[in-house]
Antibody, heavy 122, light 107 residues
Framework: EVHLLESGGGLVQPGGSLRLSCAASGFTFSNYDMGWVRQAPGQGLEWVSTISSSDHSTYYADSLKGRFTISRDNSKNTVHLQMNSLRAEDTAIYYC???????????????WGQGTLVTVSS | DIQMTQSPSAMSASVGDRVTITCRASQGISNYLAWFQQKPGKVPKPLIYTASSLQSGVPSRFSGSGSGTEFTLTISSLQPEDFATYYCLQHNSFPRTFGQGTKVEIK
């Protein structure tokens, strides 16, 4: 069974940094693209970032403007999101999500973690 | 960037109603469109991939259609457990973009 467990969320002051982690199990981690999606309180879903399985190419939402960095450690089945220069508008639940691809096609975000809450406030 | 516009943003419906939600892309995305359901306080659940393929375990009353720039999610007979918020997602290109969501409420 696929399991994604996020950690690292919490309260941080504006301008501060946090590093989120997502521990994956139940599948061959190195074979699949991984990503982060966030949801501000009472708001919709927002794609944040994706890292590919093949060459570790990284992709980011334009709104992040270079403040976030996604990485993965295939030896530890973990994906990270380093968040710097945090702002109040970054306050959200951050979900780790897995992509899936097989002979039938490509399926974005076929499994999700429970999320970790990031609160940016003084 | 590709913008995804969902309509309506909210709707009221009764059990047994046929419900249709539309998602429009600002440019063609072929069939790289997915639909997700989210209930309050819960994790989003995938429903449909590649515009019309039902995720395993999803009831057959859910269906998706469309290609290019216009897509629809249809619930043929709304059930009590279907009251939720629905999101479309384009994955034709990065940055991926979600629609703003459609909240389906009980009439």
């Amino acid at each position: 069974e696929v399991h994604l467990l996020e950690s690292g969320g919490g309260l941080v002051q504006p301008g501060g940094s946090l590093r989120l982690s997502c521990a994956a199990s139940g599948f061959t981690f190195s074979n699949y693209d991984m990503g982060w999606v966030r949801q501000a309180p009472g708001q919709g879903l927002e794609w944040v970032s994706t890292i590919s399985s093949s060459d570790h190419s990284t992709y980011y939402a334009d709104s992040l403007k270079g403040r976030f960095t996604i990485s993965r450690d295939n030896s530890k089945n973990t994906v990270h999101l380093q968040m710097n220069s945090l702002r109040a508008e970054d306050t959200a639940i951050y979900y780790c999500a897995k992509d899936h691809s097989d002979s039938s096609g490509f399926y974005p975000f076929d499994h999700w973690g429970q999320g970790t809450l990031v609160t940016v406030s003084s | 960037d590709i913008q995804m516009t969902q309509s309506p943003s909210a709707m009221s419906a009764s059990v047994g109603d046929r419900v249709t939600i539309t998602c429009r892309a600002s440019q063609g995305i072929s069939n790289y469109l997915a639909w997700f359901q989210q209930k309050p306080g819960k994790v989003p659940k995938p429903l449909i991939y590649t515009a019309s393929s039902l995720q395993s375990g999803v009831p057959s009353r859910f269906s998706g259609s469309g290609s290019g720039t216009e897509f629809t999610l249809t619930i043929s007979s709304l059930q009590p457990e279907d009251f939720a918020t629905y999101y479309c997602l384009q994955h034709n290109s990065f940055p991926r973009t979600f629609g703003q969501g459609t909240k389906v409420e009980i009439k």
